[in-house]
């Protein structure tokens, strides 16, 4: 069974710009979830979708942070403008459903770092 | 709200030896609580789950936790460490109270000596 995919792995931006992550979870999970994880911390979650609708984004700084999941299956994390506290690993994880007994398995992580 | 504390940052054993990783959570109800490890450039990794039942939990690589409703308390042990369980380990609580969204500890790096 393949994992969660994300790209890129590694991005460097300058403040201002925007930036772009993409996400591929496991085929058939039906809920994708995306956190932040800044250096010496755990993940905080930024967004929580289940198939295409939005189940929870009260942790989304939504003045610069944008996500979508067309189709209830691949999805995107935008930044616009990126600030340089936005520096950080940006985690996809998707699990069959919601609730806190499904599991959520982890894609890789995308590594931003704004200059 | 819940939270949940891992005390230490880091933590450094020699392989062979036991080890045991410290979690804390606060939360007026039993929460469910989880261990993952995150590997250098990984994603997170479940280790094991607390729902109910049992209070001793086995989990995957030989690692086991026990859940301390008395102490509000969930640490991670393992009898033997290996090499490879050089990583960075992180407590999760999830409850209904939010939403069962998980919230994260701070994480603790364990370092393994040959």
């Known amino acids: 069974e393949a994992g969660v995919a994300q790209s890129p792995r590694y991005k460097i931006i300058e403040k201002r710009q925007s930036v772009a992550f993409w996400c591929n979870p496991i085929?058939?999970?039906?809920?994708l979830y995306w956190y932040q994880q800044i250096l010496g911390q755990g993940p905080k979650l930024l967004i929580q979708?289940?198939?295409?609708?939005?189940?929870?984004d009260s942790q989304l700084p939504k003045d610069r942070f944008s996500a979508e999941r067309l189709k209830g299956v691949d999805s995107t994390l935008k930044i616009q403008p990126a600030k340089l506290e936005d520096s950080a690993v940006y985690l996809c994880?998707?699990?069959?459903?919601?609730?806190?007994?499904?599991?959520?398995?982890f894609g890789p992580g995308t590594r931003l770092t704004v200059l | 709200a819940q939270s949940v504390t891992q005390p230490d940052i880091h933590i450094t054993v020699s392989e062979g030896a036991s080890l045991e990783l410290r979690c804390n959570y606060s939360?007026?109800?039993?929460?469910?609580l989880f261990w993952y490890v995150q590997s250098p450039g990984q994603g997170l990794q479940l280790l094991l789950k607390?729902?109910?039942?049992?209070?001793l939990v086995q989990g995957i690589k030989g690692f086991e936790a026990e859940f301390k409703r008395s102490q509000s308390s969930f640490n991670l042990r393992k009898p033997s460490v290996h090499w490879s369980d050089a990583a960075e380990y992180f407590c999760?609580?999830?409850?209904?109270?939010?939403?069962?969204?998980?919230?994260f500890g701070r994480g603790t790096s364990l370092i393994v000596h040959p």
């Open positions: 994880a998707s699990s069959m459903g919601t609730g806190g007994f499904n599991e959520q398995f």
């Open positions: 085929s058939g999970h039906a809920t």
């Open positions: 979708f289940q198939n295409n609708g939005v189940v929870d």
């Open positions: 939360y007026g109800a039993t929460p469910y």
């Open positions: 607390y729902f109910s039942g049992d209070t």
């Open positions: 999760a609580v999830a409850t209904s109270g939010g939403s069962y969204i998980p919230t």
